[in-house]
């Protein structure tokens, strides 16, 4: 670690001041250098980003607002343990999870991968991201909206009513806003968003439903405009956890695209930058 402290202290004085005519010898060992820096920085980044924490962009408007589109999450990976979901491509290893503690609590934002479908197997690559509503083994049921785990009801205060524009859909919702409190939940109060012609879809009222041993109930926090546990996506399998989201490490506006690098900087939200996710 002193040694690329060290090659980076040099860099930074070549490239603000300047260097000293070197002669071939020195090149030679300077490039040597050079390289070995670029490896061990290099193996240090992906051990980073492999064993503690991942960074993916949100692609839809389901978490809206506590994500938008473009906002990147900061993913503590190993919160739940360790899956074959937690390595890159998901190589066929094993399966379960390993060092799963059974800690994940109502009302946290995970990553998971996509359950596996075979009506839909292109969705079986998918990462996704949502909330935590109910635990294995709990009674869930929605009623208008209103969230009902273990015969305790969800607290709604009405916030207020916003136009959003989804950009991948290019379609405006008018959304009324509310602070929810999840039930029988620790996590603080976060703002869900309904759409008022939606209310009395199927999606906002089902009947009591048992979480089975091993799955999770998720729901993403735009409750009209997400594919969760409601409707499609069923109950998450733990070994389908990646992680839990803590906060955002950068954000782009204006549906900038993943591989659209030259629009990143000019369309940072700024006010996004490392916010907490509750």
């Given at each position: 670690m002193e040694k690329l402290l060290e090659q980076c202290k040099r860099w930074c004085c070549e490239l603000f001041c300047g260097s000293?005519?070197?002669s071939p010898e020195e090149k030679k060992a300077k490039f040597r250098s050079d390289l070995k820096?670029?490896?061990?920085?290099?193996?240090?980044?992906?051990?980073?980003?492999?064993f503690v924490y991942d960074w993916y962009i949100v692609p839809s408007c389901s978490?809206?607002?506590?994500?938008?589109?473009?906002?990147?999450?900061?993913?503590?990976?190993?919160?739940y343990g360790f899956s074959k979901y937690n390595i890159w491509f998901s190589p066929n290893l094993f399966s379960g999870r390993l060092f799963f503690r059974?800690?994940?609590?109502?009302?946290?934002?995970?990553?998971f991968k996509h359950p596996q479908s075979e009506s839909h197997p292109e969705n079986n690559d998918l990462n996704l991201i949502k909330r935590v509503i109910a635990l294995p083994g709990d009674k869930v049921s929605v009623n208008n909206g209103v969230i009902r785990v273990n015969g305790v009801d969800a607290q709604l205060k009405y916030k207020e009513e916003?136009?959003?524009?989804?950009?991948p859909t290019g379609v405006t919702y008018i959304i009324k806003r509310y602070e929810e409190k999840l039930p029988l939940s620790d996590a603080p109060v976060h703002i869900v968003g309904y759409i008022d012609e939606m209310k009395y879809s199927d999606a906002n009222n089902f009947s009591e439903v048992t979480v089975p041993e091993g799955h999770y109930f998720v729901m993403g926090?735009?409750?009209?405009?997400?594919k969760d546990s409601r409707c499609g996506l069923g109950f998450i399998p733990e070994e389908n956890l990646m992680g839990r989201a803590i906060f955002t490490v950068y954000s782009i506006d204006n549906g900038v695209k993943l591989w659209e690098f030259w629009r990143w900087f000019q369309n940072i939200r700024y006010n996004r930058i490392c916010q907490p996710l509750k």
């Open positions: 000293e005519e070197l820096f670029c490896a061990y920085f290099t193996v240090i980044f992906v051990s980073f980003r492999f978490m809206v607002p506590t994500l938008l589109v473009g906002d990147m999450p900061f993913v503590e990976k190993f919160a059974n800690n994940v609590k109502r009302g946290e934002i995970i990553v916003v136009n959003y524009y989804d950009y926090d735009n409750r009209d405009c997400s």
